[in-house]
Nanobody, 119 residues
């Protein structure tokens, strides 16, 4: 099965930064897009960011625009989420996801990595 492994989560103070990584298995074909979603306690899953693999167009949820940056590394088959100016409301489990093609939804998911923003 396709394997997506997130890393980089942890505890950070408000205003701090973290960079999440999502490494895809080499056997996985190049996806149409990869993205990040998050789920905070007692809240619905929320779209965070996405990147189109070919071309590199990026998209962000309103709550993270201007603070988070998604990027990709072709050589490492990895997508990153640089998170700056973190707020307590950013506390959530962050999931990496892959979208095989433009006709399908995200259907490959990582296990998630915890991000906690607290003083």
């Amino acid at each position: 099965q396709v394997q997506l492994v997130e890393s980089g989560g942890g505890l950070v103070q408000p205003g701090g930064s973290l960079r999440l990584s999502c490494a895809a298995s080499v056997r996985t074909k190049t996806p149409y897009a990869m993205g990040w979603f998050r789920r905070a306690p007692e809240k619905e899953r929320e779209f965070v960011a996405a990147i189109i693999w070919s071309g590199g167009s990026t998209y962000y949820g309103d709550s993270v625009k201007g603070r988070f940056t998604i990027s990709r590394d072709y050589a490492k088959n990895t997508v990153y989420l640089q998170m700056d100016s973190l707020k307590p409301d950013d506390t959530a489990v962050y999931y990496c996801a892959a979208r095989p093609n433009c006709a399908t939804d995200y259907n490959y998911w990582g296990q998630g990595t915890q991000v906690t923003v607290s003083s």
